[in-house]
């Protein structure tokens, strides 16, 4: 029972998810803190897929054990479908940690199986470690992404939630995982949602490929200080960003949100206008080359994680380099 | 087809983490700090009454589930005068410390103490922005065995005995069609948010916030708080990685002299890119 469980979560295309590579190779580093514990990794999958690709894609992150278990059911996400088959693996596999993905659908899960199984859960974690009694040790944002939490569970299995990009993939030497195919019989239960359609979601990365962003925050006040930004971000050729509060006030629109919650980008320059770095933010961000915060609150977190700090009104800067720039040309 | 539909709509008072001010110590400082309502929740309640007026033909009551101290009376009071039914704050020292396990817990046995099994949905935030575990509502849903459907972004339809709504996943939409008797996770999607108006808030003022304790709802002091929380905070600090960022920081500069800076920067990547 000193098991890790990973849950492999698929994309819309039958592809494991960035996540769960991840998931596995920060799941090496917590096993060898374990005595005698396994790598486990379970997938749900429709009936016809094949799997001859992804299995060799997996020789390389020490799993012990890969267990696929097949069902038309698991076609396309139905929390019901998924919550009551899991359970069922995870009270048979009992692991001592079991680890998901920090996606939406991860994020539904989750919650479901911790709860029936009344057990601890931790989300969002952005550190996993053993603790001196051999317990899971998970660290995460809470306050608004202003403090670190680290927690710990009294109950089995431990889970926690990772959300993508947070762990780096490492690969190991090739081995060669059992691999235990099932078939899950529903019987006589079926679910009471039903999906009617899906859409296919076009990703939009002109952020994650843009070399210098502006970016704002709730400095900016209101929609009229962030349409100011957008201007100049046009006059320089920068591409915008906003942080998380500023999309939720509605001032600018979510597929620009850069953090955790939204896009990680990795710009030659970001330049952060009225953002106090919620740690959130400060992860989406840390791949980033140079990073200029603006921010009139001299301990605002952003100025521990800039290049060049200047504390003054976000709004007032923008105003000069408005002024500056219309002088150049 | 029933005439009748009740919801419930789960609200939480969160600290106004937009607002934080750091003491030098590496303390929030808490003196100054306002409380609001969750904005998802806000959300939540907007779905209610968006739900409310799409069935026309059924008479549609809202009663408004909050835990947390006295002072979420507030936000109850909010939801009262945009036009919710019923109060009730969830309240009971024993409670404090409680983490989402044994929130959800408390907050799926409130519902069912009020409405004994006779409810159709019950509505819920995704997230708290101040906790943000998003693990509260599913695991309602999972106390009262009830399905749930997370990430709600829009309403499409409503039918007799079901609803359409929009999902929203990282790489699909998903149109999810859910029976009554289920729950809803809603998230931030820039609608139009209604205000209270004035004839609101003098209804809401006859309106009573009805309390549940511990004791009405049947649980021992050991089974809730922290004491009954599966996990605890081991230690919390302020997030300072170690970083290899110059930080060279202007504190007295003309906003000309710090644009002049900023310029400079872009400058240099320009003719770096130039050669």
Redesign the interface.
């Known amino acids: 029972m000193n098991d890790i469980l990973i849950f492999g979560e698929f994309?819309?295309s039958n592809k494991l998810r960035p996540c769960v590579f991840q998931l596995l190779s920060k799941a090496n580093y917590l096993k060898n803190k374990l005595d005698d514990s396994k790598l486990k990794l379970l997938i749900l999958s429709p009936s016809d897929l094949n799997f001859d690709e992804i299995i060799n894609e997996l020789k390389y992150y020490n799993i012990d054990e890969i267990i696929i278990v097949k069902n038309d059911n698991f076609k396309?996400?139905n929390?019901?479908y998924y919550y009551n088959c899991i359970k069922n693996i995870v009270l048979e596999v009992n692991p001592k940690i079991f680890l998901i993905g920090g996606?939406?659908?991860g994020?539904?899960i989750?919650?479901?199986i911790?709860?029936?199984l009344?057990?601890?859960?931790?989300?969002?974690c952005i550190e996993l470690d053993i603790?001196d009694e051999k317990n899971l040790?998970a660290t995460r944002?809470?306050?608004?992404?202003?403090?670190?939490?680290?927690?710990?569970?009294?109950?089995y299995p431990q889970m926690a939630t990772v959300r993508?990009n947070v762990f780096k993939i490492e690969k190991f030497d090739e081995n060669n995982p059992t691999i235990i195919f099932k078939d899950y019989n529903f019987q006589e239960y079926k679910?009471?949602?039903?999906?009617?359609?899906?859409?296919?979601?076009e990703?939009n990365n002109d952020l994650a490929n843009a070399?210098?962003i502006l970016s704002g925050g709730?400095g900016l006040k209101n929609k009229e200080g962030f349409a100011k930004l957008e201007n100049l971000a046009n006059i320089?050729g920068a591409q915008i960003g906003g942080s998380r509060?500023i999309v939720?006030?509605?001032f600018a629109?979510?597929n620009i949100q850069i953090g955790q919650t939204g896009q990680s980008v990795a710009a030659?320059?970001y330049?952060a206008f009225g953002i106090?770095g919620?740690?959130q933010h400060?992860c989406g961000i840390?791949n980033c080359k140079?990073?200029?915060a603006?921010n009139n609150?001299?301990?605002?977190?952003i100025?521990?994680?800039?290049?060049?700090?200047?504390?003054?009104?976000a709004a007032?800067?923008i105003?000069?380099?408005e002024?500056?720039?219309s002088q150049k040309v | 087809m029933k005439q009748q539909l009740k919801i419930a709509v789960c609200i939480k008072q969160v600290p106004d983490t937009g607002q934080i001010k750091w003491t030098q110590n590496n303390t929030i400082d808490r003196t100054n700090m306002d409380s609001i309502i969750n904005l998802c929740d806000e959300y939540a309640l907007e779905m209610a009454f968006n739900i409310k007026e799409a069935y026309k033909d059924k008479q549609t009551q809202i009663s408004v589930f909050s835990m947390g101290p006295y002072k979420a009376c507030e936000i109850l009071k909010y939801a009262l005068a945009l036009g919710c039914d019923n109060a009730y704050l969830i309240t009971d020292k024993v409670f404090l410390g409680s983490d989402s396990y044994i929130t959800s817990k408390i907050l799926a046995q409130a519902i069912k103490y009020v409405f004994q099994d006779e409810f159709d949905l019950v509505i819920c935030g995704q997230f708290a922005s101040d906790g943000d575990t998003a693990q509260t509502g599913v695991g309602i849903a999972v106390n009262l065995n009830i399905p749930v459907v997370t990430y709600i972004s829009s309403l499409i339809e409503v039918n007799d005995d079901s609803i359409v709504v929009q999902q929203n996943f990282e790489d699909s939409f998903n149109i999810v069609k859910l029976p009554l008797k289920s729950l809803m996770c809603v998230i931030n999607n820039n609608c139009k948010l209604r205000n209270p108006n004035v004839l609101g808030y003098m209804l809401s003022q006859r309106k009573d916030i009805k309390i549940l304790t511990a004791n009405d709802l049947g649980f021992e002091r050991n089974q809730v708080g922290l004491q009954g929380s599966p996990t605890y905070v081991y230690n919390a600090y302020r997030y300072n990685e170690d970083n290899n960022r110059e930080k060279k920081i202007y504190s007295n500069l003309s906003s000309n002299d710090g644009a002049k800076i900023i310029l400079k920067e872009v400058q240099k990547l320009f003719d770096y890119y130039e050669d």
């Open positions: 994309s819309i396309e996400f929390s019901d996606t939406n659908i994020r539904t989750a919650p479901m911790s709860n029936s009344h057990t601890g859960l931790t989300a969002d603790n040790s944002p809470t306050f608004g992404g202003e403090l670190m939490a680290t927690i710990w569970s009294k109950t993508e679910s009471k949602l039903s999906l009617i359609k899906q859409i296919k979601r990703i070399r210098i709730m320089m509060l939720e006030a509605g629109s979510s030659d320059l330049i106090s919620a740690i400060l840390k140079k990073i200029i603006i609150d001299p301990n605002a977190p100025f521990n994680h800039c290049d060049i700090g200047i504390v003054d009104d007032l800067v105003e000069q380099l002024n500056l720039l």
